[in-house]
């Protein structure tokens, strides 16, 4: 069985920082791809970055790009989301989410497991 856990929302306010972690179990991440999204109330789930787990490559989304970060400590089996610069639009649930790829991916419809979300407001 797999598990995702989030942690790490909360309330901060514009040009605040704030650091999501993904611990996940019952899969052995370095063979998989790893995202994070994002859902505001009444809009779609948007894609926010994904890193390659065993090359440790990396992409971005444009909309927070110089402002957000992925990483991944191996030997935790858990994946990071540094957020720095937070804007009021930056306020959405954040879920992470494993995908069955050694490649990036940044389509929801290509990750198999989901994290139950953390919520993340920033207020202006």
């Known amino acids: 069985q797999v598990q995702l856990v989030e942690s790490g929302g909360g309330l901060v306010q514009a040009g605040g920082s704030l650091r999501l972690s993904c611990a996940a179990s019952?899969?052995?991440?370095?063979?998989?791809?790893m995202g994070w999204f994002r859902q505001a109330p009444g809009r779609e789930r948007e894609f926010v970055a994904a890193?390659?787990?065993?090359?440790?490559?990396?992409y971005h989304a444009d909309s927070v790009k110089g402002r957000f970060t992925i990483s991944r400590d191996t030997a935790k089996n858990t994946v990071y989301l540094q957020m720095n610069s937070l804007k009021p639009e930056d306020t959405a649930v954040y879920f992470c989410a494993s995908a069955d790829t050694i490649v990036l991916v940044t389509t929801p419809d290509k990750y198999d497991y989901w994290g139950q979300g953390t919520q993340v407001t920033v207020s202006s």
């Open positions: 890193i390659a787990w065993s090359a440790g490559r990396t």
């Open positions: 019952g899969r052995t991440v370095s063979r998989y791809a």
